[in-house]
Structures are given as C-alpha cells and as structure tokens.
C-alpha cells in the first residue's frame, strides 16, 4: 500500500490521534503490537515494494547550491565547515550560496568565515536588519519605523555588493513575524521598502524571498490535515487565521512587488512556496518575467507529483536553480540527485526513519541533461553575480588536481 494511504487510515489506527510521548500512557501500551492501539510517533511502516534502485554518489554534473544556511546551521564552526565542504567534493557541488550574510560587521565576519579558507566555493547574500538597535519588544523603536530607512538599506546593500555580496534574501519573517509601530505584521508591499527593491535591480542583486509556508501550515491542525504530525512537533509553524494573514494575500503582496520591479531579479524561495500547485506557479512565471523559483526542501511535495513535476522542470528549464536548504547530511542530498536525474520509484525525500514533511515517499523526474545542466548551474551563473567565474576557478582547481 502507497505510504500515503497510510494517512488516510490513521483516524483508523489511533482513535486519538496522539504522540505516545503526549498521551500519558507508556509508549509500549501504544505500539500496534498484539492488536493493541498505535500512537503517530511509533508508527515506522516499512515498505513492501520492490523496485529497481539507483543510488547515486554525487549529482551527474557541477552544482551551485543557490540556497543554503551556513551561519545558522553551522555556527561558524571551521571544522564543521572543512567536514561541508569534504561533502560538497564527494557530491560534486562545485558552490554553495549562504543565505545568512548579515550586513555590515556581520557580513565582514560571515565573509571571513566562509572566504578565507575556500574563497571559491562560497556566494554570499545580505540580509536587511529591520531592527537595529530597536527594542526587539518595541518594534515601534525599531529602524525600519525610521522616514530614510529604505534609503539607507539601499546604501547599505551597495556597501555589501562592495563586499562581494551576490545578493539579498528575505526570510519568512517579513510577513509573519517582525512587527509594525502600530503591532500588526509589516506589509511585504508596503511601498516603504520600494528603494530596497529598487536598489537591487540598479545593483544588479537577486532578491530571493521567503514568502508563506506551506499550505498545509494555514489550514486547522485537526484529522484531515496531512501534516498533523509536523505541526504536532512545531505549533510555533501554524498560522491561524486569527492571528496571520491568509497565505494567498502573503503571496499576492509578493507578486505585486515582483511587478512593481520589472528591472529587479526575484526569486521565489522553495518553488515560490507553492510546490503544491505547480499550475499557478507556471502563471506566475509567465506573468512575472524577472521571477525564478528554486526547489529548496521541496523535493517531497515535487516528487509525490512526478509527471506534473517533469514537465514543469522541462518547460521552464531556464528558470529553475537548484537549492537545498542545507547543509544538510550526505544521504539527503543524493536523494535530490536521484529525484532528478533518474526514474526511481518511491523512495524517501529525507534521511529521517520518520518522514519530517508527511506520510509519504517519491518519484524520480529522470531529466535530460541540458535541462539538468541548467538547473545544476547554467542558471544560476546566468542570474547570480560572480557565480560564473568561481565556478571557472573552481573548475580549474579541480583540473589542477587532477594532473
């Protein structure tokens, strides 16, 4: 039985659909074992189907990792950073791009971090720093309540492209966390932020922004939502209607910025946080010329649809990069390899025993290489600033070592 079905059944197997952890009973009293009851986070089902598998070592050609964390998940350890990129030489990810450069200082030091010793397999974004020396508790003292603040972020990304920053990232807290003078959310379209936007189309930065989450985090936590368990984990990801706005009015004030920029390059983090339906990011890019989209941690949406997947890969070969939402453990990153490049059948998105996205496993798309080339780096080389010519160096290193 397809492990989504499985979902479905739940109701079925756990009347209370619970976490033994949460229910007050011993784990073992809830293990579906001699007809007893089997609570959600003892269920390990293990699957019958026999295919054919190809397990992949590294991707097929060079990468650039347009979307990566290495301040936040590597804590600006350098032995973790060595054991990354030991990784990324057995997995043929020729650059990863750290999302998390920071401004000012903190980009100086980001800088230091990932250049000193590996000035070639490293982009770095800026972020904008709606705070400031505000009281993170009183957003109303916070910098971006300030007249001139869009002009001073605009200088501010021109002093990091100085730096070498390649671009700017918006995470999902612009829209469902930082808070106005008045308390209610900022407005992704708030024409306030116009000169930062604009900046970076003069400048010649991408902006990729975080907009939403998935669907499934703004419906109601009950038995028909097929993420109960993630959200069980992480309540702080749900956003109810009461206290959020829609995700399709999050999303809409996206777009309206995206057009309102024509000159400026945006792209859409995690499939435009809308992997789920493929048919309106498909009118998105066809509405949005200076849109792409990249497939950060959403293999598992993307790979659960895989003929809608294929030919949306095929027919906008040329607006997708590839990103991973990493560093991640080797093992999750073959399976982005083998969602791509081959016509493997039900096999997990994640290294987890306990899917962390749902009850479910995926489809490989099999694409041709031209299109594999393009999402892998050709695009990003394209769209990314100095992405082509560490690319080059890196390509020369490893020719160098080969001799």
Request: aromatic residues 12%; contains cysteine; charged residues 25%.
């Amino acid at each position: 039985m397809p492990l989504f079905r499985y979902a479905l059944l739940l109701p079925l197997i756990v009347p209370t659909l619970t976490f033994a952890q949460d229910s007050g009973i011993e784990p073992a009293a809830l293990d579906g074992r001699d007809g007893r009851n089997l609570a959600l986070d003892q269920f390990f089902p293990q699957p019958q189907l026999k295919v054919a598998e190809t397990k992949l070592e590294q991707a097929k050609f060079p990468v650039i990792d347009a979307h990566t964390h290495f301040r936040y998940r590597l804590r600006s350890s350098p032995e973790q950073l060595d054991d990354f990129v030991a990784v990324m030489d057995k997995q043929n990810i020729a650059i990863c791009v750290s999302l998390d450069g920071r401004l000012g200082d903190e980009f100086d030091a980001h800088a230091k971090y990932l250049w000193t010793k590996y000035p070639n397999r490293f982009l770095i974004y800026a972020n904008i720093d709606w705070q400031g020396a505000g009281d993170p508790d009183k957003p109303e003292t916070w910098d971006c309540q300030r007249p001139d603040f869009g002009r001073r972020m605009a200088m501010a990304l021109a002093d990091a492209k100085e730096k070498g920053a390649s671009g700017l990232k918006l995470f999902k807290q612009f829209g469902l966390g930082h808070k106005d003078a008045d308390g209610s959310l900022l407005k992704i379209d708030d024409p306030r932020w116009d000169p930062i936007w604009k900046a970076c189309g003069e400048l010649g930065l991408p902006v990729i922004i975080h907009t939403a989450d998935p669907a499934a985090f703004f419906d109601p936590i009950d038995e028909t939502n097929e993420r109960w368990e993630e959200l069980h984990r992480h309540p702080d990801w749900h956003f109810p209607p009461d206290k959020f706005p829609t995700r399709q009015s999050l999303l809409e004030a996206r777009n309206r910025v995206i057009a309102r920029h024509p000159e400026t390059t945006f792209i859409g983090a995690h499939f435009a946080n809308n992997s789920e339906d493929l048919a309106t990011v498909a009118k998105w890019l066809h509405t949005y010329p200076n849109l792409v989209i990249e497939p950060a941690s959403r293999i598992s949406e993307l790979g659960r649809q895989p003929y809608t997947s294929r030919k949306f890969f095929l027919k906008y070969a040329d607006r997708i990069l590839f990103g991973t939402d990493g560093p991640w453990p080797e093992l999750r990153l073959t399976y982005y390899w083998r969602f791509l490049e081959t016509y493997n059948e039900y096999f997990p998105y994640s290294e987890k025993p306990f899917p962390p996205q749902g009850f479910w496993r995926i489809y490989g798309i099999g694409l041709p290489d031209d299109v594999l080339k393009k999402v892998y780096s050709e695009n990003a080389c394209r769209i990314i600033p100095h992405a082509q010519e560490k690319l080059d160096a890196w390509r020369k290193e490893q020719a160098a070592a080969s001799k």
